[in-house]
């Protein structure tokens, strides 16, 4: 089904858990290990968590490359592997600094953003060079050790950044 098609993610439980990462979606649908996070996935008809909301804003990713779910892994994968080096300042650096990643994380806990059509705010952090990252997360590894939160670094930080940048 095209991702375009999809109107609401549906939740799956898998049977694997994945410490670091809560969730994953797959073709539209959410798979996690909490069967909690699955069953009210699954309940609501509305968008009804800040997890759901950044799942769904992932699906209308897929729309914003050109509906097509083989382009939004193609784009993904290629995102991560650009972001590779930054392994270096932390094990999960080059997931957190991917494009898609960050228009998820800038606009998790707006219920309404993940509605659109499609979302391709992303590109806007496609401006941020591999140099502009590395120096990014080595000020987000000094915020999170001072208990910051990531979405708010994002939101304060990386995105007027990134605004800046032509």
């Not at 609401?8 to 909690?36: C, H, N, Q, R």
């Not at 806990?109 to 990252?133: I, R, T, V």
């Not at 120096?135 to 990531?150: D, I, T, V």
Request: glycine share 4%; charged share 25%.
């Amino acid at each position: 089904m095209k991702p375009s098609k999809i109107k609401k993610v549906k939740g799956k439980v898998m049977w694997i858990d994945f410490p670091m990462f809560e969730a994953i979606t797959l073709f539209g649908t959410v798979y996690s290990s909490d069967k909690k996070t699955i069953d009210r996935i699954n309940s609501t008809d509305y968008i009804s968590s800040v997890l759901e909301s950044h799942e769904t804003i992932h699906v209308k990713q897929a729309v914003s490359t050109k509906d097509s779910w083989f382009m939004f892994y193609l784009t993904y994968l290629w995102q991560w592997i650009k972001n590779l080096p930054l392994i270096f300042k932390g094990i999960l650096m080059p997931y957190m600094f991917m494009e898609m990643e960050l228009e998820a994380y800038c606009n998790q806990y707006d219920f309404n953003y993940c509605l659109q059509e499609k979302c391709d705010g992303w590109k806007l952090f496609s401006k941020l060079s591999l140099k502009d990252k590395w120096e990014l997360a080595a000020q987000w590894n000094k915020e999170s050790k001072e208990g910051g939160h990531f979405q708010y670094f994002v939101i304060s930080t990386i995105k007027p950044y990134a605004e800046t940048k032509k």
